[in-house]
């Protein structure tokens, strides 16, 4: 979408460094899984006799399996399609219909393949690999764990409380159980100041993460990232520690950005289709501009929401029943159990107290967003007007562009590794 600003204001504009794609994706992509980063060539692990597992992402996320699938599908041509099972790591998501899973992967693929999406809320399908270092029980997906081989992908970008997606993710809450996913996600983990972007050491979110994938032996990865344009511009095969590890050190020199101060107002997105297709994966842009954003200031989040609150998951009700940012984090932290998608509103909650938000969006009206807590935003201009109206003409904007894609920091509050 365009905004119109007017031309006497203090704006800035942040956003990742641009990178161009990659001139030939496809040719990349074979090249990586024949020099993988710390691993053999992904053909040469594999058994023609073996069960491979390939853990894909759901439609919440970009990645381009058009190009990713095809190109792993080749490299390991030797093993009957009868063999391959393709999961969908749905994490506590919905499943994916059969038009959105054509979408993503092409027709062709969805008819010849067994595809398996994870369902977390069945126990009956989950195996326990015992408790996690932070004394957590991990249930992951049985059929996931019966394969002989796993090839994980995905894309990597920065995470508001895992650090970086990619990498373990795929498994770890991709393919867990709820069980598993409500202690990796609870109030506790959340409220760790480590859980936040770029942030990987000392995270407690993302070292359960990869404690649990690089529990499970014989896991290949096959990560990218992108820009804007959805282009790929890196790709990052192979051993899961080291290519998630490099393929994050990409991203931070392209997409972090520091600042001396913190604005006044924040304009910021969701980084368009397919993340903002609701309000619950849009707090993530929310919590982007929030990073930056004065005590007391504004955020002005522009996001489509074709999916609505959504309807499914704990989320909308979550905060519909609390009433307040400050009675959302009480029943949070004194709950003796963790709701589904308590995590998001926590998140909200606590964006909230340190900035008003207010949403612009296609597809919810001024009712369904109030009933989140938040401010409903009918126009970006005028409600920038309103708000130049309280704290002057002067005041700092910025604007984030992509959004979630990017990762300001004040300086002084620079992220570990």
Not at 44 to 62: A, E, K, Q, W
Not at 268 to 282: C, H
């Amino acid at each position: 979408m365009v905004i119109n600003l007017p031309d006497d204001l203090d704006i800035t504009v942040i956003e990742p460094a641009y990178v161009r794609g990659l001139p030939d994706e496809g040719k990349s992509l074979r090249d990586s899984l024949l020099h993988p980063i710390h691993s053999p060539p992904l053909a040469s692990i594999i058994d023609s006799r073996d069960r491979i597992g390939i853990v894909l992402s759901d439609i919440t996320r970009p990645t381009p399996y058009h190009t990713i699938l095809p190109a792993i599908l080749e490299s390991i041509a030797h093993v009957p399609n009868a063999n391959i099972i393709l999961f969908i790591a749905l994490g506590t998501h919905r499943a994916n219909s059969t038009a959105e899973l054509e979408t993503m992967l092409g027709p062709e693929i969805v008819e010849n393949y067994q595809l398996i999406q994870n369902n977390a809320f069945d126990p009956g399908s989950q195996v326990s690999l015992g408790k996690s270092a932070y004394g957590h029980e991990i249930w992951i997906n049985r059929a996931l764990l019966v394969c002989d081989a796993r090839i994980l992908t995905g894309f990597i970008d920065p995470h508001f409380f895992a650090g970086f997606s990619g990498g373990g993710k795929a498994i770890m809450p991709g393919m867990a159980g709820q069980r598993s996913v409500l202690t990796n996600h609870d109030a506790g983990m959340i409220d760790d100041p480590r859980s936040t972007w770029g942030v990987t050491a000392g995270n407690p979110v993302w070292e359960e993460i990869h404690e649990v994938a690089t529990s499970i032996t014989r896991n290949f990865l096959v990560n990218v990232t992108l820009n804007r344009d959805k282009q790929i511009t890196g790709i990052f095969s192979g051993n899961l520690t080291a290519a998630h590890a490099q393929g994050c050190r990409f991203v931070r020199q392209t997409a972090m950005v520091a600042i001396e101060e913190p604005f006044d107002i924040v304009i910021t997105s969701n980084s368009g289709y397919p993340l903002d297709l609701n309000l619950y994966q849009s707090v993530k842009g929310m919590s982007a501009a929030a990073q930056i954003v004065r005590e007391g200031g504004a955020i002005i989040l522009a996001a489509d929401c074709w999916d609505g609150i959504p309807d499914h998951g704990l989320y909308g009700k979550i905060l519909r029943g609390a009433g307040s940012p400050q009675a959302v984090l009480q029943q949070i932290r004194s709950s003796a159990t963790a709701q589904q998608d308590q995590w998001q509103a926590q998140i909200q909650a606590l964006i909230q107290l340190h900035a008003e938000v207010h949403v612009f969006t296609n597809h919810l009206s001024a009712q369904q967003v109030e009933s989140c807590l938040l401010s409903y935003c009918a126009n970006i201009e005028d409600t920038l007007h309103r708000l130049l109206e309280r704290c002057g003409r002067d005041a700092r904007i910025c604007v984030l562009p992509e959004g979630p894609q990017t990762i300001p920091y004040l300086h002084k509050d620079a992220p570990d590794s």
